[in-house]
């Protein structure tokens, strides 16, 4: 998430002019120029005295040495490179000419932020029109704008862009264009195409129908399972007691011997 670091800085009221001045705003890793707001004093050569000052703290003069020197232009602007979070505060150029005598004080103040991200294009169908949002992630104060073939679409300014599918044209390219300040970033091309499935979902029984085919055929799979779960177990008690049976028929002789038959011997007339 890209969020918008502006460094505020409260300026004494007292000692130099300019402290109710707006911040100018610069970008980080950009470079940015800070003037003195002296024109022409290039023509003065090395015959003024020159002072830059961030939160008081010296960071130029040229006719002193100074721990932490930034650089000039030829007309005696202060130059920022790549510029950090810590380059934001007060800066202040004081002139005075070869006798030592004050010319001009111009205070600046600096207000950094850090650069918007390139967003994100995406649509969404429905029944009549198409829908365009430009994601730009969570910025403070991002300001949106639109195009069609690259040509820039007045009045539209909001992250999201509503067209009419009777407009919508295959051939149309859309794109966003988010922008802090200084800093602009623009997404890709998108040609937005809408077909019958990214409308309104069918229904079936009050939910989606890709949702309720789900359903029923983890519901299906499941009895399925069930019912193949069951005839196993059917299939094994019956092995089971077929072999029981078996078992109990062959250990029958065994467990209940057969009586021999009784001989017949001589038959035995009665004495006279």
Not at 150 to 176: M, V
Not at 248 to 260: C, D, F, I, N, Q
Request: proline share 6%; aromatic share 6%; hydrophobic share 35%.
């Amino acid at each position: 998430m890209v969020l918008v670091v502006l460094i505020s800085l409260i300026l004494p009221s007292l000692g130099f002019a300019g402290a109710d001045e707006e911040c100018v705003y610069a970008t980080v890793g950009k470079t940015k120029v800070i003037d003195h707001d002296y024109p022409g004093l290039e023509l003065f050569e090395q015959s003024f005295h020159l002072r830059w000052t961030h939160d008081s703290k010296i960071v130029y003069d040229n006719k002193k040495n100074t721990a932490k020197k930034y650089q000039t232009t030829k007309n005696g602007s202060l130059l920022l490179e790549n510029l950090q979070l810590d380059n934001a505060g007060t800066y202040q150029a004081t002139i005075y000419d070869n006798l030592g005598n004050h010319m001009k004080s111009t205070v600046t103040r600096l207000c950094l932020l850090v650069a918007v991200s390139k967003p994100r294009l995406t649509h969404t169908c429905t029944d009549s029109s198409v829908t365009l949002r430009c994601d730009v992630g969570n910025p403070v104060n991002v300001h949106v704008t639109w195009s069609r073939n690259r040509n820039t679409l007045p009045g539209q300014t909001g992250a999201a862009l509503t067209i009419t599918k009777a407009t919508l044209k295959p051939e149309d390219s859309y794109a966003c264009t988010a922008s802090i300040k200084d800093s602009e970033e623009k997404s890709d091309d998108v040609h937005p195409e809408c077909t019958d499935d990214d409308s309104s979902p069918v229904l079936l029984f009050g939910m989606e129908l890709w949702l309720m085919v789900l359903i029923l055929a983890g519901g299906g799979g499941l009895l399925l399972i069930l019912i193949t779960l069951g005839c196993v177990c059917r299939s094994r008690r019956q092995h089971k007691r077929r072999l029981e049976e078996e078992e109990e028929m062959r250990l029958a002789p065994l467990t209940h011997p057969t009586r021999p038959p009784p001989t017949k011997g001589p038959k035995l007339t009665p004495a006279p």
